[in-house]
């Protein structure tokens, strides 16, 4: 511990003696990594029950083990993937828990981050983890999401009751690209077209391989069935900020002549422009993550989400049954967001997308057979917090 970890922990001390589980150097890389623009930006509250239900006994058991009752709490450490600071943290055992749940705290308040300044404008992370959260379960693909839920922290002095997002870590998950086909079960490729919807609907632009795992077959859970392998979807929290598409621009194209170049300059600029004018619900069927989930798919016989006939029936028979329940969860969700231009902006774009999906669904086959790229693609409505005009209204 440094001298300013040493003070800290003193000074949380003198402010709190009974204070034991958690350490505000614990904290430290988080409370750098939180800021006062996600303050202004979301009300927090509504997000410490915003957890479905049957994650409570995993809430409460969090929040007895972060309030000073069990001394058992262990700062774990642990080498995670990603940008964001993190804090893992061992649960002590009790009825009903596994012995060693894991949780992963993040900032809720994150400070964007300079290296996603192209398209992360607005400092709603926390919101946007638990906003994926509430549709994956309106859109009955809860069983899919990670666990994650926000709790109050004593992370400092200054931040006696700071908000964080607690993921609870599923053991068993597994990165992507370690599924093989044995561990591969046909009914994923079905599950492959609502990820997608889902992340156009949210411009999650973050599913790249990591951020999709799976949990490797069981042998039988607890009544007697055999499980399934499964997806995991994670890291939600730079969605819902619809200032980019998910065109991922080239930075080197292969010439004829010169072998791999850099993509010229005004060919760069022409594609960041169009990225960020429109929008389309096929960039998300190409990420990292769903290609290796849809190559695997293919092997078994099963139509490419790529491909018209593989993508839109299936979208078209889920959405009608789910539509209603996400807008209902977004108008909800909606109400955390203390500017009303970022509760238009967001909701605007949302809503385009829904409207795109509804489209869908009326006209599948139309979709399936005829439909060029443009007939797919949505405005993007853009707005920064430090313009005064929307770019593209
Ligand atoms: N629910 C989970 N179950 C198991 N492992 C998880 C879970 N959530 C995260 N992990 C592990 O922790 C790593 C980092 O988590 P996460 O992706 O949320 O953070 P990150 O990539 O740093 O986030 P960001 O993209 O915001 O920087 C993941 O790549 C994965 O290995
Ligand atoms: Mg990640």
């Known amino acids: 511990m440094d001298l300013e970890g040493f003070k800290l922990r003193l000074a949380e001390r003198v402010a709190n003696p009974l204070a034991k589980s958690t350490h505000a150097d614990d904290f430290k890389a988080i409370v750098q990594d939180t800021d006062d623009a996600g303050r202004e930006a979301v009300d927090h509250t509504a997000d410490l029950s915003a957890h479905p239900r049957s994650l409570d006994d995993k809430v409460k058991h969090y929040r007895d083990a972060i309030s000073n009752q069990s001394p058992l709490l262990r700062r774990t450490p642990m ?181 791999t170049v850099d993509v010229p300059h005004d060919a760069k600029v022409a594609h960041e422009t169009e990225g960020k004018t429109g929008d389309t619900l096929l960039n998300y069927v190409e990420s990292g993550a769903l290609n290796h989930v849809g190559m695997l798919g293919e092997m078994f016989g099963r139509d490419s989400i790529k491909t018209g006939s593989g993508l839109f029936p299936p979208i078209a028979k889920w959405w009608p049954t789910v539509r209603n329940r996400i807008v209902d969860a977004m108008n909800q969700r909606i109400l955390s967001l203390r500017e009303p231009r970022m509760q238009q902006h967001i909701q605007k774009n949302f809503t385009e997308r829904v409207k795109l999906l509804d489209n869908i669904a009326r006209n599948p086959d139309w979709y399936t057979y005829l439909a060029q790229e443009k007939d797919l693609k949505v405005p993007l409505h853009i707005w920064d917090r430090n313009e005064k005009e929307e770019a593209n209204p």
């Open 79 to 259: 080498p995670l993937t990603g940008v964001t600071s993190k804090a893992v943290y061992t649960l002590p055992s009790a009825d009903k828990m596994p012995a060693t749940e894991k949780v992963i705290v993040k900032p809720y308040h994150e400070k964007l981050n300079p290296k996603a300044n192209f398209w992360q404008h607005h400092p709603i992370q926390g919101w946007a983890e638990m906003t994926n959260q509430s549709l994956w379960y309106a859109a009955d693909m809860g069983h899919m999401h990670q666990k994650v839920h926000v709790s109050e922290h004593a992370m400092s002095p200054l931040h006696p009751k700071e908000p964080g997002i607690a993921i609870h870590m599923d053991p068993s998950a597994e990165l992507i690209r370690h599924m093989g086909p044995s561990q591969y079960s046909i009914d994923m490729h079905d599950d492959l077209p609502k990820i997608a919807a889902m992340d156009f609907l949210t411009n999650n632009l973050d599913r790249h391989a990591a951020n999709l795992m799976f949990l490797p077959k069981g042998s039988v859970n607890r009544d007697g069935q055999p499980l399934r392998s499964r997806l995991l979807a994670i890291d939600h929290g730079r969605s819902f900020q619809y200032h980019a598409s998910n065109k991922g621009a080239p930075r080197k194209i292969h010439d004829p002549l010169l072998g």
